[in-house]
């Protein structure tokens, strides 16, 4: 039987030189279940080999909706290795956003669990490109009873694969690999389409700065439809490390997985950090944890300085990213203390740019937005040429004589650079609020909610208000129970100018997140928009 293609700078290579390099070492791990390299590497050629029995063409997509389990990254490598696009679909998400992913990309293959198929049954109706269905978690024999036509197992479907003597179609690393789709916040769904190379690229940037090696045990939490949380699976296996699957379910079940695994490094979002920050860590975790690392927007600097109280010994980075780039910045250790407001310098192999609204660039000190050109530059967005023209736009400051346009991601966030070249986010275009002619960034005024100590989780927002424009809000969840909003206000007020001091403090004990876990800042606006017209009406 011929081998799978597996070119070292193709995303499968991962998995499949490591099987070759380091057969025995753990690759996998979830829950009482260890795949080592070689078996899941073989895992990973048998499932491209049966999508290939079932037709799979070249660069065609196939999804996987499940939560965090084996099945789950053997498909996103498989899909990979047999020469298709893998499209990772958050499992928190409804039928309605399941569907429009599976007809925005037209899905050939869905790969997902029994518990689901009633669940999605009128949503796949209306997927016209979907020609087979394979479950991972029921028998062959229960599948047949199922009004599910084109319906497989998982054993089935790697079974069709000892007949396969195809080797996959020939990809090279500018090809697609995968279609990572956003959390929709601001609307549906869109998918970052990314090729080999901005993933292998990506893994072994991140890598060089963790200082990742094969003795890493890494705790995957976020989802693996998250960019940062597939970054998990990429970065351990291009060191041939291992990576521990967990779904949990409150923040001390991560501590208790850190102390159990052996865990060396974790990455996760800062609403996860300020609950996990809050906790007590056994000298245990303490003592194998190398670093942790935050993405997903600012963490606030009181979960920084607890967190460091609890993990002397840890090394904790602060890094920036997004979708349409991976990620683009870290902050150094060694430089936390002195800089805890930056998002840091560019990661290797990346240059990061301040520009202004002219495509000129900006000087020190100066707020602009952040370009960022390199290998880790995504395609652009699927069937969605208005977009990527307003997000992938040529590199600012080009030589005019140049036969060649670049084209880097203009991200969408402002930023400004000092003059040691470290970078501090400012807020996202699309969440600055603009109240008294001023624009404030909702994260500068959280960040002094944090500092008061009297919160738990606290997100900040702009409602309409017919005299300002937008009346800035702060929705938070204490962490006391004789707080006293005005407490709050008072840390605000003496803080902040008066044009950035929240006009209403509002209690939640439940604030809304996305499906990548970030608090939802749209939605919340929403929430409150009618209830702060109610109290602010004359």
Not at 465 to 482: E, F, M, S, T
Request: proline fraction near 7%; glycine fraction near 6%; hydrophobic fraction near 40%.
């Amino acid at each position: 039987m011929s081998r799978i293609h597996s070119a070292n700078s193709l995303v499968h290579s991962l998995v499949l030189d490591n099987a070759l390099k380091g057969p025995d070492a753990s690759a996998l791990v979830h829950g009482d279940q260890t795949l080592t390299y070689a078996s899941l590497g073989e895992t990973v050629e048998a499932c491209a080999r049966g999508l290939l029995a079932l037709g799979l063409a070249s660069s065609e997509r196939v999804a996987i909706y499940l939560p965090k389990r084996p099945e789950t990254v053997v498909t996103l490598f498989g899909a990979a290795a047999a020469g298709g696009v893998f499209v990772p679909i958050n499992p928190l998400l409804k039928p309605r956003q399941v569907a429009h992913i599976l007809r925005d990309c037209n899905v050939r293959v869905l790969v997902t669990a029994s518990n689901r198929i009633d669940f999605l049954q009128d949503a796949l109706a209306e997927c016209h490109d979907l020609r087979s269905l394979v479950i991972v978690d029921a028998p062959t024999q229960t599948i047949e009873k199922l009004a599910q036509p084109m319906a497989i197992s998982w054993e089935r479907l790697l079974s069709l694969g000892t007949t396969q003597q195809s080797p996959g179609h020939r990809r090279i690393d500018s090809d697609m690999a995968a279609i990572l789709y956003t959390s929709g916040s601001t609307g549906r769904p869109k998918g970052v389409v990314l090729s080999h190379r901005n993933l292998v690229a990506g893994a072994q940037s991140v890598a060089q700065y963790l200082e990742n090696n094969s003795n890493d045990r890494l705790l995957a939490v976020l989802p693996l439809s998250f960019d940062a949380g597939f970054s998990q699976l990429t970065t351990a296996f291009s060191v041939g490390a291992s990576v521990v699957l967990m779904e949990y379910l409150l923040p001390k079940d991560v501590i208790k997985s850190i102390t159990r695994h052996g865990i060396t490094g974790i990455t996760a979002v800062p609403p996860l950090w300020v609950q996990l920050a809050s906790l007590a860590w056994p000298p245990e975790a303490a003592d194998t944890l190398r670093y942790i690392a935050n993405t997903g927007g600012r963490m606030p600097k009181a979960a920084t300085t607890a967190l460091r109280r609890s993990l002397p010994q840890t090394k904790v980075f602060l890094m920036y990213g997004l979708t349409e780039a991976f990620r683009s910045t870290y902050l150094p250790p060694e430089e936390v203390d002195k800089r805890p407001d930056s998002i840091g310098k560019a990661i290797p192999n990346v240059e990061i740019q301040v520009a202004r609204e002219d495509g000129s660039l900006c000087l020190p000190g100066e707020s602009g937005e952040l370009v960022h050109r390199g290998v880790l530059v995504a395609m652009g967005y699927w069937n969605d040429p208005k977009k990527t023209a307003e997000r992938f736009r040529p590199t600012p400051g080009q030589p005019p004589e140049l036969p060649l346009t670049e084209i880097a991601v203009w991200s969408g966030d402002t930023v400004r650079m000092d003059e040691d070249g470290f970078f501090y986010f400012i807020g996202r275009q699309d969440e600055m609020i603009k109240t008294s002619g001023y624009r404030v960034s909702p994260t500068e005024v959280e960040e002094v909610l944090y500092q008061a100590g009297l919160v738990a989780e606290a997100a900040v927002v702009g409602v309409l208000h017919p005299k300002l424009g937008q009346g800035i809000v702060a929705i938070v969840k204490p962490n006391k129970d004789n707080f006293d909003p005005e407490d709050l206000l008072a840390t605000c007020r003496a803080e902040l100018p008066n044009f950035m001091v929240p006009l209403a403090v509002i209690v939640s004990e439940n604030l809304p997140r996305n499906t990548n876990g970030k608090i939802d800042r749209r939605a919340l606006a929403m929430e409150f928009e009618l209830l702060f017209k109610e109290q602010t009406a004359p």
